[in-house]
Structures are given as structure tokens and as C-alpha cells.
């Protein structure tokens, strides 16, 4: 079922009060056909749980930006295509200088390893970032603009399935996505 998991109740909802149009065409279809896994770039191993010291580096490189630096304890990283992440593009400011873009897991320098847990087994994830190349299209909304999308992305994900507001998204979301031709006529 596409309405389920987090490319749909947090991802979804963030593209569509975020994103420009470029992103919903390329990104909602698949997400609502449930042909493509996000994971979630936020945590890093010395931030804490003070998320706005986050040092996942995004270097401006003209059209692109340069990535390099770590995530920790990213669910599903080690299956996912792509990632929406949180990285700093400007050292003098805290939350400030933190950008929100959606890189593609299968982009040269990008590796997952799995956190081994003492089941051994684990969902989570370790994901190193060295020199990946992201196109600047892939930065959803302003530049530097990253934490106040964070917050909302958050308020999503605690705002859980059953709420009311939850289910107007992800109903949102399905309407939009059959605009953007990802369901015939009759869903």
C-alpha cells in the first residue's frame, strides 16, 4: 500500500508544502505507486541530540553541491533510493545555516551500513557521504531555509496516522499525485 511508511506520511506531505513543481512531478508519482524508498537524514554521530549542530557539509559548487559527512541511526538506508537530509550550508549560523535536499542513495560516494544490534540483526543505518554530487534542483526550499522544513517534517511524524489533520495529507497527497498522473481515473 503506497499511503503507508515514510515516503508518503512524511516526505509527501514535505514536497507539497515545500517543494517547487519540478520535485512533486518527479518525486510524488513514484512515492504514491510505492516504487520508491526514502529515508530520513537527520541524526549525526557528534549533534546529539542537539540537531542544529549537525556538520553534514554542503559545499556550493555552482549548479551542485558537494556533499561529505555522516548520518547515524538512519532507518532503512541500506534499502532506500533516495534521502531527504538535513546539512549545513553555512558554518556562522546554527539553525540558519542549514539546507533541506533529496539526494539519490545510488550517487557515487554514497555508502549504508547497517548498525548491528545485539539481536544482530537491525534496521538502521550508518550512511557516509564522500563528495557526492547533488544537483542544486535538489534542494527544496530556500537555501539555508532547512530547519524551519525539519520542524514541519517533524510535526508530521509526530502528528502520527490516526490524527484527523494526518489523514487530510495523506488524502492531499493522493489527490495531488493523480493530478501529476501517478493513478488512471479510477485510482
Known amino acids: 500500500n503506497p499511503v503507508q511508511g515514510m515516503s508518503v506520511n512524511l516526505l509527501g506531505p514535505t514536497l507539497l508544502e515545500f517543494g517547487s513543481e519540478e520535485q512533486k512531478l518527479q518525486h510524488l508519482p513514484p512515492v504514491a505507486r510505492g516504487e520508491v524508498r526514502w529515508c530520513q537524514g537527520y541524526s549525526e554521530p557528534g549533534a546529539g541530540s542537539d540537531l542544529a549542530s549537525l556538520q553534514c557539509l554542503a559545499e556550493d559548487r555552482g549548479d551542485s553541491f558537494l556533499i561529505n559527512g555522516q548520518k547515524v541511526w538512519t532507518s532503512g538506508a541500506h ?25 539519490d542513495m545510488r550517487s557515487p560516494g554514497v555508502e549504508a551500513q547497517p548498525i548491528k544490534l545485539i539481536s544482530g540483526g537491525s534496521t538502521f543505518c550508518e550512511v557516509f557521504f564522500k563528495d557526492v554530487v547533488v544537483p542544486k ?44 498522473g501517478a493513478f488512471d481515473s479510477d485510482g
Open 79 to 103: 534499502f532506500a533510493h533516495w534521502c531527504f537530509c538535513l546539512v549545513r550550508t553555512d558554518r556562522s549560523r546554527k539553525q540558519g545555516g542549514i539546507s533541506f535536499v533529496l539526494i
Open 137 to 180: 534542483a535538489n534542494l527544496v526550499g530556500q537555501l539555508n531555509g532547512g530547519w524551519a522544513i525539519a520542524k514541519r517534517l517533524l510535526q508530521f511524524e509526530r502528528s502520527g496516522i490516526g490524527d484527523t489533520r494526518r489523514a487530510r495529507s495523506v488524502r492531499r497527497l493522493a489527490d495531488v499525485v493523480r493530478e501529476y
